[in-house]
Every structure is written in structure tokens, then in C-alpha cells.
Nanobody
């Protein structure tokens, strides 16, 4: 699985950013997942959406502020981040796969990630 994430940048606290992720090949539908890794810390789960788009899951730290969605019939997902906080600053990674249980705790496939920086 190959992944491409984009959309990171710098935002002020309270602002918004939208991340995009594309996964290939397109011969099957994947569960799509976002993780993030603050500098010097471990990678942590953020949000995921099931391969059919019917189920979404969020970390407690972002629930109510972030929304994950996907293009119908495609391996393209988005993470709309609102009410951003400085503690959301991290490198955000998307991953894709076929897990029996969501959210997943690990993945074998990672893109290069995209940096999100939230200033106070």
C-alpha cells in the first residue's frame, strides 16, 4: 500500500486545517486511519474510517473537534481539524489496510506524513 498525505501547515489556536490522504492500489477498499506523532513522543491514534465509510472512530483528545471522512468508492480520506490547540502540533501520518477490528493499533504501511503546527 502506498500513501500520500497533504494539507498540513501552520494554524493559530482555534483555527482549522484539512488533511488529505490517498492510498493505492485502488483494486480494493481500505480502512483509512490517521495517527500523529508529536516531536519526541510516540505515535498515537487520531481517527479512522471503515472501508465502507459507515463507521468512524476518534481518540478522546480530538473527538468533537476533528472529523474524518472519505470519498465514496475511493481510497481517499480527509481529516477536518477544527478548534485546534497547541497540543495538536505533530506530524500527522495516514495509513490504510484491512483490519478485523477498528481502530487499529499498528500498521505496516506509512506515508511520509504532513506537519501540523498550532501556535498559541
Amino acid at each position: 500500500v502506498q500513501l500520500q498525505a497533504s494539507g498540513g501547515g501552520v494554524a493559530q489556536a482555534g483555527g482549522s486545517l484539512r488533511l488529505s490522504c490517498s492510498a493505492s492500489p485502488a483494486d480494493r477498499r481500505y480502512d483509512m486511519v490517521w495517527f500523529r506523532q508529536p516531536s519526541g513522543k510516540e505515535r498515537e491514534f487520531v481517527a479512522c474510517i471503515s472501508r465502507n465509510g459507515n463507521a468512524t472512530y476518534y481518540a478522546d483528545s480530538v473527538a468533537g473537534r476533528f472529523t474524518i471522512s472519505r470519498e465514496k468508492g475511493e481510497n481517499k480520506a480527509y481529516l477536518q481539524m477544527s478548534s485546534l490547540k497547541p497540543e495538536d502540533t505533530a506530524r500527522y501520518y495516514c495509513t490504510a489496510g484491512l483490519w478485523s477490528t477498528l481502530p487499529p493499533t499498528r500498521s505496516n504501511y506509512w506515508g511520509q506524513g504532513t506537519q501540523v503546527t498550532v501556535s498559541s
